[in-house]
């Protein structure tokens, strides 16, 4: 089967139409690329269907051929909205439909899912996203797809936690890096109970090598890696030759963060599509 991968925009500021420049129409047949058997990537990104509500800083996440769009900002406010499609046979995203609210508003927030239970970590709201959440809130997946209502559980972080990224491994819930008035190189964990609320938050004995926030962080065979940070990437536009860092974190509680290889994270991969 031909792979195709595919873009949902999300823009700031409303929605973005195509426009008509007047351009001659090319011949696509003389610049179409034969498909290779075997390759891994075809380039042709392609629009699906639009999300409702323009928002950035969403989080993100998918489960059972449902994709979920999280609370956000649309440029001026923060959200509590929440959306979900169903992911099609060949790609597409079907139309989007409007879930639950949350019971706060909240941006540069994370989201996972355990156990048929979406969770959400952290984030901000308020002026500039000053106001830091240490609140947690779950929501129950529904076998539609639909989600039930939100609530807020009774055990915060530790810390507040904006732009935190997420991990499951096992039954742990673990918070990585994120900002609490200062850049933040600790991690958080708490136990998932089998009733589906979050334990008590724990501070990891250990913390990761350096600071991470607008990082990246997959969970793979027992082990988090955690990838990138804000910090890089403004010391490079500074002009400063440093390089992205790797670190994992084996087993269910965090050890000792060992530096590896440079590699480049990809947002959701489902199905061998990109979105």
């Known amino acids: 089967m031909k792979q195709i991968a595919f873009l949902i925009t999300f823009l700031m500021l ?3 139409s195509p426009t008509e420049d007047g351009a001659p129409k090319q011949n696509h047949t003389t610049l179409k690329k034969p498909v290779v058997q075997n390759e891994i990537w075809i380039s042709g990104w392609k629009e699906t269907s639009p999300l409702n509500i323009a928002r950035a800083g969403a989080a993100m996440v998918v489960h059972n051929n449902f994709v979920y769009m999280i609370a956000g900002i649309d440029g001026r406010e ?3 909205s929440t959306e979900y ?4 046979p060949d790609g597409r995203i079907g139309e989007w439909k409007m879930g639950p609210p949350l019971i706060e508003d ?5 989201a996972v899912v355990k156990n048929g239970n979406i969770y959400v970590v952290g984030g901000g709201n308020g002026p500039n996203g000053q106001e830091l959440l240490t609140t947690v809130e779950r929501a129950k997946i529904n076998p539609d797809g639909s989600l039930g209502a939100w609530r807020q ?5 530790v810390l507040p936690r904006r ?13 990585f890096g994120g900002y609490a008035g200062t850049l933040l190189d600790s991690v ?4 998932i109970e089998a009733d589906g609320s979050v334990g008590k938050w724990r501070i990891a004995s250990e913390a990761l090598t350096l600071p991470r926030y607008v990082n990246s962080v997959k969970a793979v065979n027992g082990f988090a890696f955690v990838l990138g940070k804000k910090e890089w990437v403004l010391s490079m536009w500074n002009g400063r030759n440093r390089k992205p860092t790797v670190t994992y974190i084996p087993g269910r509680k965090p050890a ?5 290889v440079m590699v480049r994270p990809l947002r959701k991969v489902i199905k061998q599509s990109i979105y």
């Open 163 to 175: 732009c935190t990224k997420l991990s499951v491994i096992d039954d742990y819930l673990y918070s």
């Open 153 to 157: 559980e009774g055990n915060r972080t």
């Open 78 to 80: 923060f959200l509590r």
């Open 256 to 260: 000792h963060c060992k530096p590896g």
């Open 85 to 88: 499609a169903s992911i099609l």
């Open 106 to 110: 909240r941006g540069f927030t994370e």
């Open 14 to 16: 409303g929605a973005c």
């Open 188 to 191: 958080e964990y708490a136990k």
